[in-house]
């Protein structure tokens, strides 16, 4: 059965090395962003801003069937970053700067590689391995030394959360100094979602 395998690696090209060429599939990126700002003067000696910017990024999975080096894995984003600002000259030459944020980011990837009828590869279906239940996926499955390696194609998670706030005080003297102070607090979370390493894989080095 690895002979089956076998039949999904383009063959080489140049008898003296193996060396093969072939050509990837064609991938669409879609990239989209936005940005709001909205300014509020409070009276003449404080003002205030709310400012969002998004992020929203796209690019689906491209395969060809019966070549599972060419794959080119999805990737799925989304970005929020919310900033609030509020700024107050308490005096000519004492200020007061506020901001609170809010950042959130979501990004998944993952495309399984497939044979000559479009169904996917894994390893469990040519040798004795486990895979993780319910998934058939090429996690770089094969790989061979100073030669070639597949795709890491497993699905996968990164979800980032972060809030934070900052004070900061200027104060300028008459002179020539300038004195600032403040405090920043930020907390983030991240979480992290894949099945790697538990796909199996198999490297030659000989």
Not at 90 to 99: A, C, G, K, M, S
């Amino acid at each position: 059965r690895s002979s089956d395998l076998a039949a999904l690696v383009p063959l080489g090209q140049v008898a003296s090395s193996g060396q093969t060429n072939f050509s990837e599939p064609g991938t669409t990126y879609k990239y989209n962003e936005a940005t709001g700002r909205l300014d509020y003067a409070i009276n003449k000696s404080q003002r205030a801003f709310l400012r969002s910017f998004i992020l929203l990024t796209d690019q689906p999975a491209k395969t060809m069937n019966g070549n599972i080096l060419a794959n080119s894995t999805s990737g799925t984003g989304r970005l929020y970053n919310e900033v609030f600002d509020h700024t107050w000259a308490i005096t000519p030459t004492l200020v007061n700067i506020l901001d609170l944020g809010c950042l959130q980011i979501d990004y998944g990837s993952g495309a399984p590689v497939t044979n000559n009828q479009g169904k996917p590869v894994c390893l469990s279906q040519y040798i004795n391995v486990n895979e993780p239940p319910g998934e058939c996926y090429m996690e770089g499955g094969i790989s061979v030394t100073s030669g070639f390696a597949l795709p890491f194609t497993s699905p996968s998670y990164v979800g980032r959360r972060t809030w934070s706030i900052s004070d900061g005080v200027t104060k300028s003297t008459s002179g020539k100094h300038i004195f600032t102070g403040g405090i920043q607090v930020r907390h983030e979370q991240w979480e992290s979602i894949n099945a790697y390493p538990f796909n199996p894989g198999i490297n030659f080095n000989g």
